[in-house]
């Protein structure tokens, strides 16, 4: 039986999608807080999750991070009703499967979560995390974020630091270049553009610096003759956004393990 989780600080909401579910043939659990919704999803690994984005104390693009982390393939179908246009675009930064307002046709929320359910679940060829209770056995290499982006920066530490990476974020490039002169990470994951000091002239600098490690470079731009300079500036790679977290996980690796050849 397909496992949903529910995720609603609004209790009538969860029981009404509950029984709808149910109805269904799913197997139904469901949360009226972000931190129970978590509990749940490491608990039972359901198959689609429903996150409204408007909670107290931990809303859903908090909930969604922690779920990336834990999971980057992991189905989230956000219940938007009131989410403004930058929370929507948070969240599809975080890879959100689906967007269903609130007040549409049930039945419309019905089909996305049987779209979702039957599509084939991506294998995962990376080490459990720590959600499990399992160890993850610690990588002494270390790998520096630098994206002014705070909630995409936060992922990727965090997802970095549970798959055993010493993983650390900054927000701006001065601060990446101060890092990086004082302790240079193994490898570099570079946001391009970036206010104060872009990703291209944080590059230069280090080039100029001598440094030696992998640089990654990740953007959302999809303009020719920008990714014509940076591609001439000699990245690893470069990963359009929003980045998916085991093909950036897969290039981080082959950084580090070129960088022994």
């Known amino acids: 039986m397909i496992k949903v989780l529910i995720v609603d600080d609004d209790q009538m909401n969860c029981d009404l999608l509950q029984s709808v579910f149910t109805r ?13 919704g978590l509990d749940l999803f490491r608990a039972h690994t359901p198959r689609v999750t429903l996150l409204d984005l408007r909670m107290p104390e931990m809303d859903g693009l908090t ?5 990336r982390a834990l999971d980057p393939h992991a189905p989230v179908i956000i219940l938007g009703g009131g989410a403004t246009e930058m929370q929507e675009n948070q969240a599809r930064a975080l890879r959100a499967t689906d967007f269903i307002r ?29 959600g499990n209770g399992n160890v993850i056995e610690q ?19 965090r997802f970095l630091s549970l798959r055993g990476y010493r993983a650390s974020g900054v927000k701006d490039g001065h601060e990446a270049l101060r890092i990086v002169e004082d302790r240079p990470p193994d490898a570099i994951v570079l946001d391009l553009i970036m206010p104060g000091m872009p990703g291209i002239e944080v590059f230069r600098a280090l080039r100029d610096k001598g440094y030696s490690g992998g640089i990654i470079i990740m953007t959302g731009s999809h303009n020719e003759e920008l990714l014509r300079e940076a591609w001439s500036l000699g990245p690893q790679e470069i990963l359009i956004k929003p980045v998916d977290l085991e093909r950036l996980l897969t290039a981080i690796q ?3 393990v070129c960088r022994e050849c």
């Open 102 to 130: 609130k007040g549409l046709s049930l039945d419309v929320l019905v089909e996305a979560v049987s779209r979702v359910s039957q599509q084939p679940v991506p294998s995962i060829t990376t080490q459990p995390s720590l």
């Open 139 to 157: 990588i002494d290499e270390s790998v520096l974020v630098v994206d002014d982006e705070s909630l995409l920066c936060d992922l990727l530490v």
């Open 63 to 67: 909930v969604l991070k922690e779920i």
């Open 24 to 36: 269904h043939g799913y197997h139904v659990i469901s949360a009226t807080s972000g931190r129970e």
């Open 254 to 256: 082959l950084v580090l």
